[in-house]
């Protein structure tokens, strides 16, 4: 279901449950696919009365490819040298908000995982009038004093692009061994087979540099976070090397109300044992907005 949001590029959905629910749109992050927010996850959301919303960001999956613009330098970016942004991330916020405008849907649940957090952060701060709640996952506020990745996540992320499919997925397998969760390991048979379907999905490495750049190029939020007033959950993993749970507790201090709702033994992902968890606590948090738009 391709639709084309209103700054002018393609971008690649589905949907779960009805379209008379509220709405609740699914920001995935960096280098991923939509197909990362599991069906199960969504199916679970969409039993709670919600219309569930997917998307692949630009520059992945089946959406548009901004190709043609500056060679992202991801050194270059983190030196403070931001003229290798083809874009950034209030230009995907911009993208998730056409997308909106696209489907008709004036407001909207939004909950981001990772570099989704980041985008959905950035969608309450730029366009407060489309939100009727937030969950920001996994992510930081941009401030670069807090959230910091230890050295060997680092090392897992910034890998050379795989070769080939096998390459791929044997990369995948030693990176989830390294930013997964202790607690609730992935199953190996299936995260082989779910990163062989993504590879076959779409494999486009140079997105994901465009990507990290653009993260780069994005700034503190944290003052922006402050102008922050829909029901706003915070949920961080406790040993996330990638994201460190400082970045999550930053987010929910510098926005007024918000609840921070950490897991011990989880790292940078959603662990399937906790699916139920974590829908609950969403669910929990779009009701607040429910009662408040009846108070």
């Known amino acids: 279901m391709p639709t084309a949001p209103a700054n002018g ?6 949907t779960f449950g009805k379209a008379s629910d509220p709405a609740m749109l699914l920001v995935m992050g960096l280098g991923a696919q939509m197909t990362l927010w599991e069906p199960a996850f969504c199916e679970a959301l969409s039993a709670r009365g919600f219309h569930v919303i997917r998307f692949d960001n630009r520059d992945v999956g089946l959406s548009s490819k901004i190709e043609g613009g500056p060679e992202p330098d991801v050194a270059r970016a983190m030196a403070g040298d931001h003229s ?8 995907m916020a911009d993208d998730a908000a056409g997308l909106l405008d696209s489907l008709g849907i004036a407001r909207a649940h939004i909950v981001g995982a990772s570099m989704g957090g980041m ?3 950035a ?7 489309r939100v009727l709640s937030m969950t920001s996952i ?6 670069r004093e807090v959230g910091q990745s230890r050295p060997e996540a680092m090392a897992a992320l910034f890998s050379p692009p795989p070769a080939s499919r096998e390459d791929a997925i044997e990369q995948m397998v030693r990176t989830v061994r390294v930013i997964g969760s202790p607690g609730y390991p992935a199953d190996e048979a299936e995260l082989r087979k779910s990163t062989g379907e993504a590879y076959d999905r779409c494999n486009y490495p140079a997105g994901m540099a465009r990507q990290m750049v653009a993260i780069i190029a ?3 939020r944290t003052e922006g976070l402050k102008s922050v007033r829909v029901p706003t959950l915070v ?12 970045g999550g507790q930053a987010t929910a201090a510098a926005i007024p109300g918000a609840t921070l709702l950490t897991f011990p033994g989880v790292g940078h992902d959603i662990p399937r044992q906790l699916i139920g968890e974590f829908v609950e606590a969403i669910t929990a948090n779009a009701r607040r907005a429910s009662a408040a738009a009846r108070a």
């Open 138 to 143: 996994m992510s930081t506020t941009g401030n």
């Open 119 to 121: 985008i959905v952060q």
């Open 9 to 14: 590029i393609t971008l690649f959905y589905d």
């Open 235 to 246: 949920i961080h993993g406790e040993d996330d090397p990638l994201v460190t749970l400082s």
């Open 84 to 91: 290798s942004a083809s874009y950034t991330l209030r230009d």
């Open 218 to 220: 994005g700034g503190d």
């Open 123 to 129: 969608i309450a701060i730029r366009h407060p009038e």
